[in-house]
């Protein structure tokens, strides 16, 4: 029951229709009676520092998350960043420390912790291709290279942002274990057959009408295809993989444990994961 205590948590983004966060995080604050209730704050672009501003007087604040498009262009509000947030150079979490308001940025180490358990991979040693270079990408990209994969070949569409991302995430690691490529390169398919995951972050297939990325009957059995997109949950991406027999996730895994990371740091309490999955809906299929 909300209350005169309760402590109020929310979702600024635009737009939120299909967020799933609020069933999720409301879940776990009923599954450990927490006095706290979540809510979806649809924001603009023009009105997010008028909204973050209103966030600093609230005194009864829990704590927020920041979805597209305001991950990075938050940061500018902030009075401080964690050193995830600024490797990867987005927020998605906020929480008050001491007076001050701080960002998080959850978004690697779930995709990391959701690989691991719902997908029962770890990427140390391994070689993936990475379809994308926007935000998503360059959280997961550094989850990964924490984790040791050997090689990520990284396709974009615009060929330009897969060589920036990839040269400058090499410069950091001083290591040449990004390879940036287009759709289109000749050597697509056979480095397709050599990687052990695939990992779609880009937008294509949120909608019906969009036109696969590539064909996807090149798509070898011995794939894990983990898709960032969760609506719908089964994407055309994911359909064709599990015809092709390959191991298939949507992107409830990472919802749920990027979510888990926030829930932790607002409540300090240890998360109900499997109450925040069940919220969800599925994520794996056989
Ligand atoms: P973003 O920064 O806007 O990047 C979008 C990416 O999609 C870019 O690489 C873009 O390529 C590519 N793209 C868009 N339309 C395309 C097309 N028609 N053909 C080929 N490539 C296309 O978005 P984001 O924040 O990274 O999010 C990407 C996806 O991840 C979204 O679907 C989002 O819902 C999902 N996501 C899921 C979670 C989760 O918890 N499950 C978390 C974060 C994001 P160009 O560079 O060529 O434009």
Avoid at 73 to 85: C, I, P, R, T
Avoid at 214 to 219: Q, T
Wanted: hydrophobic share 40%.
């Amino acid at each position: 029951m909300i209350g005169g205590r309760t402590k109020v948590c929310m979702i600024l983004g635009h737009p939120l229709k299909h967020t799933r966060s609020p069933l999720m995080h409301n879940a776990a604050f009923a599954a450990l009676g927490l006095d706290y209730v979540y809510v979806p704050l649809e924001v603009k672009p023009e009105g997010l520092s008028a909204v973050i501003q209103a966030l600093r007087e609230m005194e009864n604040f829990g704590g927020a998350n920041v979805t597209v498009p305001h991950k990075v262009h938050v940061m500018e509000y902030l009075d401080g960043k964690s050193q995830d947030a600024e490797a990867i150079g987005a927020v998605n979490t906020l929480y008050k420390r001491g007076g001050e308001l701080w960002g998080e940025n959850t978004d690697g180490r779930g995709f990391i912790a959701s690989l691991q358990e719902e997908g029962e991979f770890l990427p140390q040693g391994k070689r993936v291709m990475l379809l994308g270079a926007g935000g998503a990408a360059r959280a997961v990209i550094q989850a990964l290279t924490w984790e040791g994969a050997e090689k990520i070949y990284l396709v974009n569409r615009t060929l330009r942002k897969a060589e920036e991302l990839a040269s400058s995430s090499n410069r950091e690691t001083g290591r040449s274990s990004l390879v940036p490529m287009g759709f289109d390169d000749p050597l697509f398919p056979d480095r397709l057959q050599e990687c052990h995951l695939l990992i779609n972050s880009t937008s294509v297939g949120l909608s019906g009408d969009d036109s696969p990325l590539f064909d996807y009957r090149l798509l070898p059995s011995t794939l894990l295809v983990y898709d960032l997109i969760y609506d719908p949950e089964l994407t055309p991406l994911l359909r064709a993989a599990r015809q092709q027999g390959c191991g298939i996730l949507n992107g409830l895994a990472m919802l749920v444990h990027q979510g888990a990371l926030s829930f932790e740091i607002w409540t300090q309490r240890r998360p109900p994961v499997e109450r925040m999955r069940e919220a969800v809906g599925p994520i794996k299929f056989t």
